[in-house]
Structures are given as structure tokens and as C-alpha cells.
């Protein structure tokens, strides 16, 4: 199961903070750290172990770009001042201590993640769903009852972005719509149904379901890839038949009034 959490912490030299986060088998962890605005031209990095002997992870002076390395992707958004590494594929061995830290002269701000990582039954690895072009989709994901009075949410994924676009609900049995996502939450039944209306090849993408329990802590719960087929133009047809049928009707009207 797939599970990113995300967390935005602060770097602040001389005082080491630190951070629980919690991952799934199969799934993974989103981690932002907050840095000050000074630092944005330095080298960033992440690393596993005690600070002392912490063994780099991923590290990169690339700005404003995804970088990967294995399972590891790091974002340096020099904008924000904060720079964000996801790790993918959990397992239980990556459960441990972390660091994301600056590269600077001297002591390198830091911040600890102790990740640990667990499993759980409770909701779906992956669904794989289909649509024809014009079409719905329709998307049932089930999350921890301990998530219940949490955010709920579905992403899109754009390349190492799993969240490059969001639709969420914060309250249970009540629709939520953005654009053509439409989110519904039954806390009761710990279920999530999303539905994409009118849809074309464009939608055919990896989308995550997942909660947000603090302001900048997601977890991604299942993953669900969606194939759309065909061409919309049966679609289109309709729509213009509809069109010219409402125009008919108005010239009809016009030449009523006039008479």
C-alpha cells in the first residue's frame, strides 16, 4: 500500500527538531522541510542514521526540479524556502532515524524524521479503473478508522509530484466539488468515493486517495490508475445536437413574439 506523508518542518541552526512519521508496507513518505531564505543557494540533502555517521540519501543542488535517486526524489523550492524528499516502495527495513539538512560552513542545519514503518489490512494497495471518453469515473477508496474525522482528499500525480493536483472534503456526507472531481466522505463506513464527470484521454493518470490529518501531514493511502478510451466526439455530437435543438427552440420563441 502506497502512503505519502507529508510534513513541513523548520531548519533552524543550533536547535535540532524532530518528527514521528509513519509509513505503510508498499506505499511511502513525503517529507518538507523548511529552510531559511539565505540558504536557498545551498546544497540540500537527506540521510539515514545518527547525525554523526548519517549516510546520504539523496543530495542535490538542483533548484525548482525534481531530482531522483532510486526511491528518493527531492524538490528544492527556492520560492518557498522548503525543500521536499519523498520516498517510495516502503518496506519495514527503511523504519529509522533521518535527517533532511543544509549544506553550509560549520554545523549543517537539520532536522530529525524517525520514520517508522508498518502494515495494515485495513484499505487496497491499487485499483485500476476504466471509462470511455464523456464518461464518469467513479472511485471508492476505504481509510484507517482512526483517520475518520480527518481531510479527506484524491490527488493526481504529475512525474515525481504525487500531489501535483488535489480535490478534498472536510466534512463527512457532504460533496465536494473542484472542476470535475467531485469527493463524498461516509465516516461511518470510513469510505471516500470520488467521481470524475466528462471524461477525455487526458484524465488517464495515477490519482491518489488519502487523509490529511495536520495542516501539511498527508498520507496516501491507495492508488488508483485510470484508463479513459476512445474519443469524446459521441460527446461532442450530442452536445452539439443539444445545441442546435436549443437554438431551433429559440428562433421558434422569436418568431412567435414577432408574429
Wanted: glycine fraction near 6%.
Amino acid at each position: 500500500m502506497k502512503i505519502i506523508w507529508t510534513f513541513t518542518l523548520l531548519m533552524i541552526p543550533g536547535v535540532l527538531s524532530s518528527i514521528s512519521v509513519t509509513g505503510y508496507s508498499g506505499g511511502g513518505v513525503s517529507i518538507t522541510c523548511r529552510y531559511e531564505g539565505k540558504y536557498k543557494n545551498n546544497e540540500k540533502y537527506f540521510c539515514r542514521g545518527e547525525w554523526s555517521v548519517c549516510t546520504d540519501q539523496i543530495r542535490t543542488n538542483t533548484k525548482n526540479k525534481w531530482v531522483d535517486s532510486g526511491s528518493f526524489s527531492l524538490y528544492d523550492d527556492t520560492r518557498a524556502a522548503v525543500f521536499t524528499v519523498t520516498i517510495r516502495d516502503l518496506s519495514e527495513e527503511d523504519s529509522g532515524t533521518y535527517y533532511c539538512a543544509v549544506e553550509r560552513s560549520g554545523i549543517d542545519p537539520h532536522t530529525e524524521v524517525n520514520l517508522n514503518v508498518v502494515t495494515a489490512d485495513c484499505c487496497q494497495k491499487s485499483i485500476s479503473l476504466s471509462a470511455a471518453a464523456g464518461g464518469s469515473v467513479n472511485i471508492s477508496c476505504r481509510y484507517p478508522q482512526s483517520h475518520s474525522a480527518d481531510v479527506k482528499f484524491v490527488c493526481r500525480r504529475s512525474g515525481s509530484d504525487l500531489c501535483a493536483e488535489e480535490t478534498s472534503v472536510k466534512e463527512s456526507r457532504r460533496w465536494s466539488a473542484e472542476g470535475q472531481m467531485q469527493l463524498y466522505d461516509d465516516r461511518e463506513q470510513q469510505l471516500l468515493t470520488g467521481i470524475i464527470s466528462h471524461v477525455t484521454q487526458q484524465h488517464s493518470a495515477e490519482y491518489w486517495c488519502g487523509v490529511q490529518s495536520d495542516p501539511g501531514h498527508k498520507s496516501f493511502i491507495t492508488r488508483v490508475l485510470v484508463s479513459v478510451s476512445g474519443t469524446d466526439d459521441s460527446h461532442t455530437h450530442i452536445h452539439q445536437h443539444n445545441s442546435k435543438s436549443r437554438l431551433a427552440f429559440i428562433q421558434q420563441i422569436t418568431v412567435f413574439c414577432v408574429a
